[in-house]
């Protein structure tokens, strides 16, 4: 018994010492100016049958149903709506 966790212990010490050292860090980033800001993107609608976004106002056919893609009340997302009678 006492051989066996020796020689796990002996095993685990080599693996450890045989790993090479982590890399060290690059150097910093070159930071984003402010004239530049990313663009948000607007409210979009998802198709699973067509598998994509479609934006605001965009209109499709789901299964079998003429739909619009409509923003919501807050503008944060978009909603399908369908044809109005």
């Given amino acids: 018994m006492r051989t066996l966790i020796a020689s796990f212990i002996a095993l685990t010490m080599s693996a450890c010492a045989s790993q090479a050292p982590a ?6 980033a070159p930071e984003k100016t402010a004239a530049t800001p990313a663009a948000k993107p607007g409210p979009q609608c998802y198709s ?26 807050d503008g944060k997302s978009g909603q399908w709506v369908g044809a109005k009678h």
């Fill in 23 to 28: 890399p060290e860090k690059a150097a910093a």
């Fill in 48 to 73: 699973g049958d067509e598998s994509r976004f479609f934006n605001v106002d965009e209109k499709t056919t789901i299964a079998g149903v003429a739909v619009t893609c409509k923003a919501t009340g």
